[in-house]
């Protein structure tokens, strides 16, 4: 059996439930597409880019992105609206291609702050609804895992000790092997309201290359933009994210979409742990685009500045001087939300709950 892993930073560390599941299960397939500090946007970018690139969807998808819904929730880099949308999306996308999926529920330490206990109680009711409402197999959470959550089973908040990981691996083992991971059910009211748009679809326009960049997280091809570059990105819905590479080179750029235009930062403090860091930057200011965002590095460096600036998660400061500034970019997420699409989705699972 073909086995898709598609989490956060637990299931890419060495001893994490990811690397156990392998070696509990040598007799499958798996292949661990883990990427740290993202969300479940970016699972479901992985999964149709992977459609993209044709290739042959998996057997089986463990989804575990709930501990870094939680982190980006608290952090307003993502709402609940889009952590629905984008379950509900994958759910869609794998039931219409007859993958059963998993969702693997994980959580902060205990003793985090009153805000982020009650953000993670409402990323979990968001994952519970979208299971229950395409009749998959029951989330795991730490709960059923572990039996009740203990400070000893982190090494730091966000990170399962070794041996939690192997319960957690355990798990997850044991539901793959009952073969009662069923396919999720497709919605009627579920219409396609993301997009992934890959870089080999922009238009570059000035100093801009295509190049081919591999790495342990995501492969792939990047448009590079060195200062005077820009890229038109066809698509329609709001900016949800951008799939970027993070170096020493990186710096400030444009965005421009709707006739608005604010600035960001492609630098970030985690590349000290990560020189040359994959990473999704969600938009917090979510512009709406109609077939005209562009993706820019002006060479104006008093008109750039003089832009009102998006946050990001973790910014850091330029290394390299402003004129030698470049910025990579593989892909964008555009969203489009409904709100009477999820009004109506509720209302079904209510309605089924109550037979």
């Not at 291609?97 to 009711?125: D, E, M, N």
């Not at 997280?217 to 949800?240: D, H, Y």
């Amino acid at each position: 059996m073909r086995v898709l892993l598609l989490g956060g930073s637990n299931a890419g560390v060495y001893f994490g439930w990811a690397a156990q599941l392998q070696g509990l299960m040598p007799e499958h397939e798996i292949t661990n597409r883990f990427l740290g500090a993202v969300g479940s946007l970016y699972g479901l970018a992985r999964l149709q880019e992977a459609e993209r690139r044709e290739q042959a969807p998996p057997d089986l998808v463990v989804f575990e992105y709930a501990l870094n819904d939680i982190i980006l929730l608290d952090a307003g880099f993502t709402t609940a609206a889009l952590v629905h949308d984008a379950l509900a999306s994958v759910a869609q996308h794998c039931a219409e291609r007859g993958v059963p999926l998993l969702f693997l529920c994980l959580r902060p330490r205990p003793t985090a702050t009153r805000r982020v206990s009650a953000h993670a109680k409402r990323i979990q009711r968001i994952y519970d609804r979208v299971a229950k409402a395409h009749d998959m197999a029951r989330c795991v959470t730490l709960d059923t895992i572990l039996g009740r959550e203990r400070e000893e089973d982190f090494v730091d908040p966000h990170h399962l000790t070794a041996e939690a990981s192997l319960r957690c691996a355990q798990v997850v083992a044991e539901n793959i092997s009952s073969g009662r991971i069923p396919v999720p059910r497709a919605s009627r009211f579920q219409a396609p309201i993301f997009d992934y748009v890959p870089a080999t679809e922009a238009r570059a326009q000035g100093r801009c290359e295509r190049v081919e960049i591999s790495s342990t997280v995501f492969s792939g091809t990047f448009l590079e933009l060195a200062r005077g570059g820009a890229s038109l990105w066809p698509g329609r819905g709001r900016l949800a994210g951008m799939l970027l590479r993070s170096t020493q080179a990186s710096g400030y750029y444009r965005i421009a979409a709707g006739g608005r235009s604010y600035r960001r930062t492609a630098q970030s403090s985690m590349r000290e742990i990560v020189p040359n860091l994959i990473l999704l930057h969600y938009s917090r200011r979510r512009p709406w685009a109609a077939d005209d965002l562009e993706i820019a590095m002006p060479g104006d460096e008093a008109a750039l500045a003089g832009l009102p600036e998006e946050k990001t998660l973790l910014p850091a400061e330029p290394g390299a001087p402003f004129a030698e500034q470049k910025l990579q970019i593989a892909g964008v997420m555009f969203w489009r939300p409904s709100f009477w699409r999820r009004w109506l989705a509720f209302l079904q699972l209510r309605l089924s709950s109550a037979r």
